[in-house]
C-alpha cells in the first residue's frame, strides 16, 4: 500500500507531458521540491541545462538569438555548479558568453544582422536570478568565483563565433578547449 501512494504522490506532483515552442519541445517542468534537493537539480533531456531553467528561457524570451544567448549561460553556468573548484577551466565557457554578448551589443548593427540586444541590458542578471535560485546553489557560484579570486583574465574577443547556437538558438555541442 505503501508504494502505491508513493507511485500517486509522484504521480501528482510531477508534470508529465511537454510543450513545443518555436518548434522545440521542453522538458516536463520538474517538481520543485525534488529538483532544488540538488545542487544540480533535474535535467531530463541531458542537454546541459537544468529543466526549469530550460523552461524558464523557452517561455521568457521569444527571439531565437536570445533563447540562444540564455541557454548558452545557463549551460556554462551549471558548469560552475558541478565544479566550481574547476573554475579557470569553466571560465573559457564564460569567458565564450560575454563574447558572444559582446558580438549581438556591439557588432550585430555594422555586420547588418537582423538582431540586436540592447547595450545597456544586464544578462548576467537575468539568467543569475533563476540559475542561482537556492542558498546552496549561490554558494557554489560564490565558491567559483573564491577560485578566480587574484588571477589575471583577458577578454576572449568579441564575435559572433563565440555563440555556441546555431541561428535557430539551439546549443551546439561543446568542442574540447
Same mark, same amino acid.
Given at each position: ?93 564564460? *569567458?565564450?558568453? @560575454? ?10 548593427? $555594422?555586420?547588418? %544582422?537582423?538582431? /540586436? &540586444? ?30 578566480? *579570486?587574484?588571477? @589575471? ?10 555563440? $555556441?547556437?546555431? %541561428?535557430?538558438? /539551439? &546549443? ?6
Amino acid at each position: 500500500m505503501k508504494k502505491l501512494g508513493l507511485t500517486l504522490l509522484l504521480f501528482f506532483t510531477s508534470n508529465t507531458y511537454s510543450e513545443t515552442i518555436n518548434g522545440h519541445t521542453l522538458p516536463p517542468e520538474p517538481n520543485p521540491k525534488i529538483n532544488n534537493s540538488t545542487l544540480l537539480g533535474i535535467d531530463s533531456n541531458n542537454n546541459g541545462v537544468r529543466d526549469d531553467v530550460e523552461r524558464w528561457i523557452y517561455k521568457t524570451y521569444k527571439h531565437p538569438i536570445e533563447i540562444g544567448i540564455f541557454m548558452q549561460s545557463a549551460r556554462a553556468y551549471n558548469m560552475v555548479i558541478v565544479d566550481p573548484s574547476k573554475a579557470k577551466e569553466t571560465r573559457n565557457h564564460i *569567458s565564450n558568453i @560575454v563574447g558572444c554578448i559582446g558580438y549581438w551589443k556591439y557588432y550585430s548593427k $555594422e555586420n547588418n %544582422e537582423t538582431y /540586436i &540586444l540592447d547595450p545597456f541590458r544586464d544578462t548576467s542578471s537575468e539568467i543569475n536570478k533563476i540559475q542561482f535560485n537556492t542558498r546552496k546553489r549561490h554558494m557554489v557560484y560564490e565558491r567559483f568565483n573564491r577560485e578566480l *579570486s587574484g588571477g @589575471v583574465y583577458g577578454s576572449s574577443g568579441m564575435a559572433k563565433e563565440k555563440c $555556441e547556437f546555431d %541561428e535557430n538558438g /539551439i &546549443l551546439k555541442p561543446l568542442k574540447d578547449k
